[in-house]
């Protein structure tokens, strides 16, 4: 497993759409709801915006983030803590956006 697949829902690769293929470079962008938990992962403020951003754009539910979390093979570490408080807050943010 690579590194940068710790924390990346299985198969996100397979989902990636292909934007640009030309003789020497292939250039993908990730799902929407696999880009959600890859600006989870830093979970800043102005990735938070970012997530909501795109949650609203492409009508993200909330069932389908906890399906997709589900494809997250977590480390017992540190990060994973770091990280699954950030969900917790996403799907604080959800519900407050839905109010609205």
């Not at 609203?56 to 494809?71: A, G, M, P, V």
């Amino acid at each position: 497993m690579d590194c940068i697949d710790i924390l990346f829902p299985l198969n996100y690769r397979e989902r990636a759409k292909t934007v640009y293929s030309g003789e020497y470079l292939v250039l993908k962008i990730l799902d929407p709801v696999d880009f959600v938990f890859s600006k989870l992962m830093r979970g800043t403020e102005e990735d938070l915006q970012d997530i909501m951003d795109v949650i609203r754009k492409y009508k993200i539910s909330k069932e389908s983030i906890h399906e997709t979390e589900k494809l997250i093979q977590f480390p017992q570490d540190s990060e994973t803590l770091f990280f699954k408080k950030n969900i917790q807050h996403l799907m604080e943010l959800i519900m407050k956006d839905m109010m609205y």
